[in-house]
């Protein structure tokens, strides 16, 4: 079955930089789109970035530029890789895709930026 398997969060200074990894397994992983999530308490999940199978990536504003998403298909894995964080960043973070119209998630890491 999909299993979507997140790590890396935790408490980190404003400024500084984290790297969110999520393995993946249960299906071709080559093949699918491969998103991050984020959802702040009390409010709705949001799209962080999301990579293509291409390669091709995009990205939410508040994190263009700081935020990067990128994929290893031989480990099964895409990664975030989060520089200059903010508070506001502060969130549990899922990873996410979508097969046969069906939305996958992982159990979420919760990453809080605070000084």
């Known amino acids: 079955q999909v299993q979507l398997v997140e790590s890396g969060g935790g408490l980190v200074q404003p400024g500084t930089s984290l790297r969110l990894s999520c393995a993946a397994s249960g299906f071709t992983f080559n093949d699918y789109r491969m998103s991050w999530y984020r959802q702040i308490l009390g409010k709705e999940r949001e799209l962080v970035a999301r990579?293509?199978?291409?390669?091709?990536?995009i990205y939410a504003d508040s994190v263009q530029g700081r935020f990067t998403i990128f994929r290893d298909n031989a480990k099964k894995t895409v990664y975030l890789q989060m520089n200059s964080l903010k508070p506001e960043d502060t969130a549990v973070y899922y990873c996410?895709?979508?097969?046969?119209?069906?939305?996958?998630w992982g159990q979420g890491t919760q990453v809080t930026v605070s000084s």
């Open positions: 996410n895709t979508y097969i046969s119209s069906q939305a996958y």
């Open positions: 990579i293509f199978g291409s390669g091709a990536t």
